[in-house]
C-alpha cells in the first residue's frame, strides 16, 4: 500500500534531482560495469559479472522505490497553513517541563528530517506528539524510556 507524503518545494526537488541522477548516470554506469565483466570471459565463473548484475538489481529497486514515492508525493501550499496548531512545516517552540530546556523544531516529512538543521518528521514520536497541540498546550510524549512532557510555547512558519 502505498501511502502519501507531503513536500516542501525545496524537498520535492531534491527528491527529483536525485532520481534523475540515478537514471541518467548511475544506470548506464551499471549497464557498462555488467559489459565490462561480460566481456571478461565465461559468465558461470565471473564473480565480477555476478557483482554487478546484483548492484545493477539493487539500483533498479531503489530506482523503483523512488519513483513510488514520487508518484505519491503531494506538494504543501505553506500560504494554507493554519498556525494556530502545529501541522506539516510548522516551527514550534517548546519547553521541556523537566528540565526547562527550550526547542526549537520544524515538522517536516520523513524524508525531509534533519536533526541538525532543526527538522524533525512529522513521524518521529516527538513529531507525532506536536502534531495538532496549540500553543499553551502541553504534548505528552511517550519515549523508549518514559514520558516526556513539554509546553507549547510558539507556533510560526519560517
Known amino acids: 500500500m502505498s501511502?502519501?507524503?507531503?513536500?516542501?518545494?525545496?524537498?520535492?526537488?531534491?527528491?527529483k534531482d536525485e532520481l534523475d541522477q540515478l537514471k541518467s548516470i548511475e544506470r548506464p554506469k551499471?549497464?557498462?560495469?555488467?559489459?565490462e565483466a561480460r566481456d571478461k570471459g565465461d559468465l558461470s565463473e565471473n564473480a565480477e559479472y555476478d557483482a554487478a548484475k546484483e548492484a545493477q538489481g539493487l539500483l533498479e529497486l531503489k530506482i523503483s522505490k523512488m519513483e513510488e514515492l514520487m508518484a505519491n508525493?503531494?506538494?504543501?501550499?505553506?500560504?494554507?497553513?493554519?498556525?494556530?496548531?502545529?501541522?506539516?512545516?510548522s516551527t514550534v517552540k517548546i519547553k521541556n517541563q523537566a528540565n526547562g530546556m527550550e526547542m526549537k523544531y520544524t515538522l517536516v516529512a520523513e524524508s525531509e528530517a534533519?536533526?541538525?538543521?532543526?527538522k524533525i518528521s512529522v513521524t518521529s514520536p516527538i513529531g507525532k506528539g506536536l502534531l495538532g497541540k496549540s500553543?499553551?498546550?502541553?504534548?505528552?510524549?511517550t519515549v523508549p524510556n518514559g514520558t516526556l512532557k513539554f509546553d507549547?510555547?510558539?507556533i510560526t512558519r519560517d
Request: overall charge negative; glycine content about 6%; cysteine-free.
Open 3 to 15: 501511502t502519501v507524503s507531503y513536500y516542501t518545494a525545496e524537498g520535492l526537488k531534491k527528491l
Open 30 to 35: 551499471a549497464s557498462q560495469a555488467i559489459a
Open 73 to 89: 508525493a503531494r506538494l504543501i501550499d505553506e500560504s494554507q497553513l493554519d498556525l494556530s496548531k502545529a501541522l506539516v512545516l
Open 114 to 118: 534533519d536533526l541538525k538543521t532543526g
Open 135 to 141: 500553543v499553551g498546550e502541553t504534548a505528552e510524549i
Open 152 to 154: 507549547v510555547l510558539e
